[in-house]
């Protein structure tokens, strides 16, 4: 339990206690074991496309290009991480042994893909673009709480403003429910500011699924305030990790929860923790 509490904090992990606490403690600390989904593994191969593309010299960056990198993106993915094949393949019965995703459904998957591609293509032009990170990694400390995080993309110019950008492979969200994307970047913009003392100029959420981009130039006082949202629910987090109570949080991602039939919220019976609480 010491070892989960000392482990950083990410903005997926902070966000999805948010979402339900029973779920944040099946994921993250009995990390039960889920089906790779689709829609995940789909947004990783466009995510590793996107990262290597930059790879290219200027002039090559284009959608023929970088929609040509797909298929060796997937087979690279098949043959380092073999468990891809049940995202790719949902006849494929999990869990099982090794398998291979049909023809078919790769076929489907890199053709969703390449129409994504193409929509990021409408976005921006990634020739005139020169990222100065990328899927980069920054942990730093607030206080006694560690958090991180790995930003897709990191620009800056020669007076030094950064404005940091985040794919998504999904459609842009109504208001009501864009908070987590919110939360995400600002959770970037937060880490950059610690890491560096610059506030980022600008927070870009680019979203390949509908071909919206949506931005936000944070404030500094929205960044502070940010700060203290944090470590209050950093907090929060420690004190049901010690008490040992996760309560469940029914609403829309229940559809989607694989944790149904242990959930009390759903008629199922909750798993015993697997460590002994201490308050
Ligand atoms: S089924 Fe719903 S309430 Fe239960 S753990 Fe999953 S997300 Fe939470």
């Known amino acids: 339990m010491q070892d989960f509490l000392s482990k950083p904090l990410s903005p997926t992990r902070a966000y999805s206690f948010?979402?339900?606490?029973?779920?944040?403690?099946?994921?993250?600390?009995?990390?039960?074991?889920?089906?790779?989904?689709?829609?995940?593994?789909?947004?990783?191969?466009?995510?590793?496309?996107?990262?290597?593309?930059?790879?290219?010299?200027?002039?090559?960056?284009?959608?023929?290009?970088?929609?040509?990198?797909?298929?060796?993106?997937?087979?690279?993915?098949?043959?380092?991480?073999?468990?891809?094949?049940?995202?790719?393949?949902?006849?494929?019965?999990?869990?099982?042994?090794?398998?291979?995703?049909?023809?078919?459904?790769?076929?489907?998957?890199?053709?969703?893909?390449?129409?994504?591609?193409?929509?990021?293509?409408?976005?921006?032009?990634?020739?005139?673009?020169?990222?100065?990170?990328?899927?980069?990694?920054?942990?730093?400390?607030?206080g006694a709480q560690k958090i991180h995080g790995i930003i897709d993309r990191v620009e800056r110019t020669a007076a030094g403003d950064i404005r940091i950008s985040d794919y998504k492979t999904g459609k842009s969200p109504k208001p009501a429910w864009a908070h987590k994307y919110w939360f995400q970047m600002k959770f970037y913009a937060l880490l950059l500011w610690k890491s560096e003392g610059v506030l980022a100029r600008e927070l870009r959420l680019l979203f390949l699924g509908d071909g919206v981009v949506l931005r936000h130039s944070p404030t500094l006082e929205e960044i502070v305030s940010f700060e203290t949202e944090v470590l209050e629910l950093a907090a929060r987090i420690k004190a049901a990790v010690l008490a040992g109570t996760f309560a469940p949080k029914p609403s829309k991602l229940c559809d989607w929860c694989s944790f149904q039939k242990l959930c009390p919220a759903q008629g199922g019976i909750e798993l015993p923790l697997p460590y002994s609480p201490t308050s």
């Open 18 to 142: 948010n979402d339900c606490q029973l779920l944040f403690r099946y994921r993250t600390i009995d990390k039960l074991p889920e089906r790779p989904g689709a829609a995940a593994f789909k947004g990783t191969l466009i995510h590793s496309v996107l990262e290597d593309m930059f790879d290219l010299p200027a002039s090559d960056r284009t959608l023929d290009t970088v929609s040509g990198l797909l298929p060796a993106a997937l087979e690279k993915f098949l043959a380092e991480e073999p468990e891809v094949a049940f995202a790719i393949d949902e006849s494929l019965e999990w869990p099982g042994g090794a398998s291979e995703p049909s023809v078919e459904s790769q076929q489907l998957l890199l053709s969703s893909a390449r129409s994504l591609t193409a929509k990021y293509f409408t976005l921006e032009d990634p020739r005139t673009l020169n990222p100065s990170e990328r899927e980069h990694h920054v942990e730093v400390e607030l």
